[in-house]
């Protein structure tokens, strides 16, 4: 069975500041990888996805996030962060196959300081 | 727009007395989600239906059941809310089955008093 790990509870950066978010997985073969975002009290929204191909995506609201076999991440970046990215950011990995099914990591909370 | 509706956000049931969670979609999506959130933690998946096929996670409580009349709507219901079934509960669809990504409602926060 596939499983996440986010290493980071909680993160806090300045306004402006860049910004990385880790994710581990582990999957016996190529993963789909996603991240999400999560506002107070709100649902969560796709980011961005990684299926095949090109190992750096591109998502929504500038960010990006890189696909490495080798360490078994998918880490999740932006160069310069705003207040309006404060929020809770979840990185997911779907197994193959009709049957699969996604699996959420714990979360990594962003704290934005002015 | 398309999207994922869910009602009510905010419901309030005592102890014990069945509950109703709903959540209609307008993306035509064949799958459709139950996730509860405990504050802090990740989604856990419930279950979900792949058009009229239901699939129950081996872990999900038995308190817990789902309908999915037709392709526009799926319910949760709570039989009999403990304490503990105090949470979030997420709506989700996707256009397939697999893990491809998913749609999610703004979600009903559950109070059980």
């Known amino acids: 069975a596939q499983s996440v790990t986010q290493p980071d509870i909680h993160i806090t950066v300045s306004e402006g500041a860049s910004l990385e978010l880790r994710c581990n997985y582990s999957?016996?073969?190529?993963?789909?990888l996603f991240w999400y975002v999560q506002s107070p009290g709100q649902g969560l929204q796709l980011l961005l996805k990684y299926f095949s191909g090109d190992t750096l995506v591109q998502g929504i609201k500038g960010f990006e996030a890189e696909f490495k076999r080798s360490q078994s991440s998918f880490n999740l970046r932006k160069p310069s962060v705003h207040w309006s990215d404060a929020a809770e950011y979840f990185c997911a990995v779907g197994a193959r196959g009709y049957a699969g099914k996604s699996t959420f990591g714990d979360g990594t909370t962003l704290t934005v300081k002015p | 727009d398309a999207m994922v509706i869910q009602n009510p956000r905010y419901q309030v049931t005592q102890f014990g007395k069945p509950v109703t969670l709903s959540c209609s979609q307008t993306?035509?999506?064949?799958?459709m989600y139950w996730y509860q959130q405990k504050s802090s933690q990740a989604p856990k998946l419930l279950f979900h239906y792949y058009d009229k096929d239901f699939n129950n996670e081996a872990d999900t409580p038995d308190n817990f059941q789902s309908r999915r009349p037709n392709t526009s709507f799926c319910f949760l219901d709570i039989r009999s809310p403990g304490l503990g079934d105090a949470a979030m509960y997420l709506c989700?669809?996707?256009?397939?089955?697999?893990?491809?990504?998913?749609?999610f409602g703004p979600g009903t926060r559950l109070t059980v008093t």
């Open positions: 999957y016996g073969a190529t993963p789909y």
């Open positions: 989700a669809t996707s256009p397939r089955g697999g893990p491809y990504e998913q749609y």
């Open positions: 993306l035509n999506h064949n799958v």
